[in-house]
């Protein structure tokens, strides 16, 4: 009896280990993107994209490493917070740390849809000279030559659901900003990857997306189980995709939200350095 009460003892606290390990500890997602329309000035320009937060606090260590990837810009593609145990202050903490490293892009994500108090995050965001990137596109520049990031609200921000209103209303955005920002090399950022199609079609680059969490858990060889609006074992789920001249990226996120448990799925961070042709 005190052998399988041992042997249960030590199972539990190596799978607690394992939980804690998968969950905390930070990996580093590498790209390079080459386009022939990327300028000169822009070889080597570092994009580090953070995704899917929700609240988790790393105490600091999360801004250490991406203060050791040596970024160009930092984007945050949604879910900053967690509707279901918002603390506007632990966001604050991070933005603090990052804005001395970079400069930074934020979208939303469905989650701050869904929260009264957005108003007062974005303020937050807005002190600390974060660009929330609402329906808009920026120029970022470089001897004299440009690259664009456009950001707009996830789909929920969009009206309902029902007949696919939200997404055929965000379509129409995406193409009026997709008509006003140039012809230039164009970075877009917006919360779902399932919606690819609208992407590429309204002739973006390169996209940064998040939302699908990795699939949540990861199995080898087979990649993410479940992801929201997508179901099981999603396209979509992370790493790199193309489509016509799209190239997406899919970060697996960095925290957790209903679901409060990653497996075989470590906190995820996204380098992307820019390569011309
Ligand atoms: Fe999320």
């Keep these: 009896m005190k052998k399988i009460i041992a042997c249960v003892c030590i199972t539990a606290i190596a799978a607690g280990g394992y939980l804690y390990w998968g969950n905390n500890s930070l990996t580093v997602s590498r790209y390079t993107i080459e ?32 203060k050791e990837l040596l970024p160009d810009i930092i984007v945050i593609t949604g879910d900053l917070i967690d509707s279901r145990k918002t603390d506007i202050s632990v966001a604050e903490k991070l933005i603090a740390e990052l804005k001395s490293i970079a400069p930074i892009y934020y979208i939303t994500g469905n989650h701050e849809s869904r929260i009264e108090a957005y108003p007062e995050l974005r303020a937050v965001l807005e002190k600390h000279g974060a660009a929330v990137l609402d329906g808009k596109t920026v120029d970022i520049e470089r001897n004299g030559e440009k690259i664009t990031v456009t950001g707009i609200d996830d789909t929920t921000f969009f009206g309902s659901a029902v007949l696919d209103e939200s997404k055929i209303i965000f379509s129409q955005k995406l ?88 497996i075989g799925n470590r906190p995820d961070i996204v380098l992307c350095e820019l390569k011309g042709e």
């Excluded at 386009?35 to 600091?60: A, R």
């Excluded at 996209?207 to 099981?232: D, K, M, W, Y």
């Design 35 to 66: 386009n022939v329309k990327i300028p000169k000035s822009f070889d080597g320009f570092k994009i580090v994209q953070l995704s899917d937060i929700h609240n988790k606090d790393f105490g600091g260590r999360l801004s250490e490493k991406v």
């Design 175 to 262: 193409k009026e900003l997709a008509e006003n920002r140039g012809d230039g090399f164009g970075i877009l950022l917006s919360h779902r990857p399932e919606l690819i199609d609208i992407y590429a079609e309204h002739g973006y680059d390169l996209a940064f997306t998040g939302h699908a969490h990795g699939g949540q858990i990861r199995l080898p060889f087979v990649g993410g189980v479940l992801t929201p609006n997508q179901g099981f074992f999603p396209e979509y789920d992370a790493g790199e995709f193309k489509k016509d001249g799209l190239t997406m990226l899919v970060s697996r996120g960095l925290g957790n939200s209903l679901f409060p448990f990653r």
